[in-house]
């Protein structure tokens, strides 16, 4: 089901995916060398946030913080 998905999103234009994970992070705080993936845990509501935020920007694909 996956690929007729992509197939009909990219058959429609341009696909935006989302921006810089990491950078986003370290804007809401995360720090200089610890690991983003521990966000995925430790504050999932940020991750969330994150996400939110690239789909309002207008992303089309969003990759997971993994």
Avoid at 9 to 22: H, R, W
Avoid at 24 to 40: A, D, I, N, R, Y
Avoid at 42 to 54: D, E, S, T, V, W
């Amino acid at each position: 089901m996956f690929p007729k998905i992509l197939e009909q999103k990219l058959s429609d234009g341009p696909v935006f995916l989302d921006g810089a994970m990491g950078s986003l992070l370290m804007g809401m705080g995360l720090h200089s060398g610890q690991p983003p993936e521990e966000w995925t845990i430790k504050y999932p509501k940020r991750i969330g946030k994150a996400h939110q935020l690239y789909r309002e920007a207008g992303s089309d694909i969003l990759q997971t913080n993994t």
